[in-house]
């Protein structure tokens, strides 16, 4: 019998921005690449090891009600350095929104930390001890 999720997996992160070129020109320079959708009002990378999609949609199209500062959830992503991460997201112009915390006790098998973009969104990185394990488990390099 297969089995049921109720949640599958991130398929795709979106976050705002007023002044879209600016930022599809800050992530690119982020990722090193360009994003493989672009239509007007909305932009889209493809990243990371599952190939999971980064949207950034034009802040005229968010819904009523959004919020025009850092808020909501902070979703991470796994990343091989978190410090390098973290001082190149700076150096990029990035603001720091939480430092590095390690969430294992002083083990660092689940380290975070978080900025703000230059348009306003919370960007979280980490090292997470479990996306390593499942990564290998799958033989995915």
Same mark, same amino acid.
């Given at each position: 019998?297969?089995? &049921?999720?109720?949640?599958?997996?991130?398929? #795709?992160? &979106?976050?705002? @921005?007023?002044?879209?070129?600016? +930022?599809?020109?800050?992530?690119?320079?982020?990722?090193?690449?360009?994003?493989?959708?672009?239509?007007? $009002?909305?932009?889209?990378?493809?990243?990371?090891?599952?190939? !999971?999609?980064?949207?950034?949609?034009?802040?005229?199209?968010?819904?009523?009600? @959004?919020?025009?500062?850092? @808020? $909501?959830?902070? &979703?991470?992503?796994?990343?091989?350095?978190?410090?390098?991460?973290?001082?190149?997201?700076?150096?990029?112009?990035?603001?720091?929104?939480?430092?590095? #915390?390690? !969430?294992? $006790?002083?083990?660092? +098998?689940?380290?975070?930390?978080?900025?703000?973009?230059?348009?306003?969104?919370?960007?979280?990185?980490? #090292?997470?001890?479990?996306?390593?394990?499942?990564? #290998?488990?799958?033989?995915?390099?």
């Amino acid at each position: 019998m297969a089995s &049921s999720h109720v949640l599958r997996g991130l398929s #795709t992160i &979106s976050f705002y @921005a007023s002044d879209l070129e600016a +930022a599809k020109e800050w992530y690119s320079e982020l990722l090193g690449l360009e994003p493989y959708f672009n239509v007007p $009002g909305y932009i889209e990378f493809r990243i990371g090891d599952y190939q !999971h999609e980064l949207g950034i949609i034009d802040s005229a199209y968010a819904p009523e009600g @959004a919020t025009k500062g850092p @808020a $909501g959830s902070i &979703s991470y992503w796994h990343v091989d350095d978190l410090q390098a991460t973290l001082d190149r997201l700076i150096a990029l112009g990035a603001a720091l929104y939480q430092p590095i #915390t390690d !969430h294992s $006790g002083g083990k660092g +098998a689940f380290m975070t930390a978080s900025v703000i973009d230059p348009f306003g969104n919370i960007l979280g990185v980490m #090292t997470n001890k479990h996306y390593l394990e499942m990564l #290998t488990s799958r033989q995915i390099n």
